[in-house]
């Protein structure tokens, strides 16, 4: 009589972890399912509470996803992930030591894999740090570092502008301007400090107070003095480069 | 040279247009003056030059106290003036009487001056005038294809806008685990899936839609996601039923609710909603899309679809239309299209 396994399923979706509970216990009868997780948040506690000898972690999952959790369960169990479809997480794990389920889930393979894994669970499990890193670095969505939106009070509403339809930003006393083609809106943070968030290829300073769009410039002439003016695309402001900045205008 | 722009304009074509009006003017006049035609040249040339350098200064000053076409006309005048007193000193005559014993005839050079001189520059501007329009025709050509351009564009990622395999195979999952459990929800489940398929898949795609049908996909979405996230997601549909008529663009009131679960409620582990509320007025239909889920971070991608549907709009409607997003109270997003409302 060998001793039973404990495993831990973790799924944002209810159905699904149901499902793969259930045909895990009729292909394994061997097995305890001992906990179910919506997502990674507790399994530091779950390993400690349960010390499963399994888990099978969706990869997509709100909060802690998969990935995140499978780097904190570590080499204390073995881990399967489950995922719906992504062709690179597929590559990943046919070159990897880690084993992996497809939902829909196919019986033969979800078989399969309870082979591997009892033959599996006498060895140590793998190291997944590398898997985890190069699988994350794929399918994380790239969150960049410049600011993308812009929260702008309109009336009682709180605005939210993508900064691609922002035409220019310029100081006005108090607060800064931010004018777009629908219209325009104040925010509180300075010229400077938008400087230091905004993406510097496509935001450009131009005079001490004024930040603007390259993408909307429709011309560019030269002005009073060593200044120069631009006009944008559907706006009507002329906006004046004052002659510290004018070097970004000159000809190639 | 650091005031060159100030003669921008001054070509030689320029000069050889003055030297021209000035030689056939001194002809005409030999016949009315006692002066000869080269006495009378000098004094033309001298007015239409100066008239001339300050004409084309006056046009090239960068201030914006007083319209340039008054400066220009101010310009003649002076110009008049200075040329006359220019031409005593080149004829040798003596300044202080020309100003007292020979004012008539300074007074008359003066005033062909500034006569022939403001003909000359009506002319200039109407040909200005014209060419302006010209150029603005021109603009206004080149932005409509450039509008032509990307609508074209924005359609054709329309048609290659695709259903998620992971949103498909994630709901047959679901399906395939109803079928053995519940097989009444299960074929729920799967006639959610075949009408937003209809409505998604781009071959099946119709160009013009009406709102009822856009809420009919954004409501099978929603009950396929519903199934599939649990207690997580909850959603109401409030949209008046004559509403339901009207035209309204296709696959982007879909594209708001895909953001607001994706982006919005799948994120936060608590339960959110998700609500669709539509309403006329003046003239204008408005389509509001609310969701309580985590809202928008200031450094978080996934405007495309956004920048995608705002093209759009602007190639249907031009300002007319409009994308706005706001922060939900107290969390999540609402975003709203506005379109004029056509019965």
Redesign the interface.
């Known amino acids: 009589m060998s001793a039973r396994v404990a495993a831990v399923i973790a799924d944002?979706?209810?159905?699904?972890r149901?499902?793969l509970r259930?045909r895990l216990t009729r292909l394994w009868p061997g097995l305890d399912v001992v906990h179910e997780m919506?997502?990674g948040?507790a399994i530091e506690e779950v390993v400690r509470a349960h010390a499963p000898a399994l888990f099978f972690l969706d990869i997509?999952m709100?909060?802690v996803n998969g990935l995140e959790a499978a780097r904190i369960v570590g080499k204390r169990a073995h881990v399967v992930f489950v995922t719906?479809?992504?062709q690179y997480a597929v590559e990943a794990f046919e070159r990897g030591a880690v084993d992996y389920v497809?939902?829909?889930?196919n019986e033969d393979r979800l078989a399969l894999t309870v082979a591997r894994l009892k033959e599996r669970l006498g060895s140590r499990p793998a190291q997944l740090d590398d898997l985890v890193d190069s699988l994350v670095a794929r399918l994380a969505?790239?969150?960049?570092?410049?600011?993308?939106?812009?929260?702008a009070s309109?009336g009682p509403?709180?605005?939210?502008?993508?900064v691609?339809?922002v035409l220019f930003f310029r100081s006005d006393e108090k607060y800064t301007r931010v004018v777009t083609?629908?219209g325009e809106a104040l925010i509180r943070k300075p010229i400077r400090e938008l400087l230091d968030?905004l993406d510097p290829q496509r935001f450009w300073q131009i005079h001490r107070a004024t930040i603007v769009n390259v993408d909307h410039i429709a011309s560019v002439r030269?002005?009073?003095k060593d200044q120069a003016e631009i006009t944008l695309r559907d706006h009507g402001e002329t906006l004046i480069v004052s002659r510290a900045f004018t070097h970004l205008f000159k000809q190639m | 040279m650091r005031y060159a722009y100030l003669f921008e304009g001054l070509t030689l074509r320029r000069v050889f247009a003055v030297s021209a009006i000035c030689v056939a003017f001194a002809a005409a006049c030999v016949w009315f003056f006692l002066n000869t035609f080269w006495d009378l040249l000098v004094s033309a040339l001298c007015v239409g030059y100066t008239s001339m350098v300050l004409f084309t200064i006056a046009g090239n000053v960068r201030q914006s106290r007083f319209r340039r076409e008054h400066m220009q006309v101010l310009a003649i005048v002076a110009g008049s003036f200075l040329g006359t007193i220019l031409a005593g000193v080149v004829k040798g005559r003596d300044l202080t009487q020309m100003f007292t014993e020979k004012l008539s005839g300074v007074s008359i050079t003066m005033g062909l001056g500034v006569g022939i001189g403001c003909v000359v520059v009506a002319g200039l501007l109407l040909r200005e005038k014209h060419a302006r329009d010209e150029a603005r025709l021109l603009q206004a050509e080149a932005e409509r294809h450039r509008l032509e351009k990307s609508f074209l564009e924005a359609r054709l990622q329309l048609m290659q806008a695709q259903v998620e395999p992971h949103f498909l195979f994630n709901t047959l999952a679901n399906v395939q685990h109803l079928v053995e459990t519940d097989p009444a929800a299960a074929g729920r489940m799967l006639q959610s899936l075949i009408d937003y398929l209809r409505a998604a898949l781009p071959q099946m795609r119709e160009s013009t839609t009406s709102l009822g049908r856009e809420i009919d996909m954004a409501r099978a979405f929603l009950e396929i996601n519903r199934v599939r996230m649990g207690s997580r997601l909850d959603f109401a549909i409030d949209v008046p039923d004559d509403l339901k008529c009207k035209p309204f663009p296709p696959m982007m009131l879909i594209s708001l609710v895909e953001n607001a679960v994706k982006h919005g409620v799948d994120p936060c582990c608590e339960c959110g909603s998700i609500t669709i509320r539509a309403a006329e007025a003046e003239g204008r239909l408005k389509v509001s899309v609310f969701d309580t889920g985590e809202g928008i971070r200031p450094k978080k991608g996934g405007g495309v679809g956004l920048a995608n549907i705002r093209e759009r709009l602007k190639a249907l409607h031009g300002t007319a239309a409009k994308l706005v997003l706001e922060e939900n109270a107290p969390r999540g997003v609402v975003a709203s299209i506005e379109v004029p409302a056509s019965s």
């Open positions: 944002d979706e209810p159905l699904l149901a499902q259930s919506e997502n948040r997509h709100p909060g719906a479809y992504d497809l939902k829909p889930f969505p790239k969150s960049s570092e410049h600011l993308r939106w812009i929260k309109v509403n709180v605005r939210l502008i993508p691609e339809e083609c629908g968030e030269r002005g009073l």
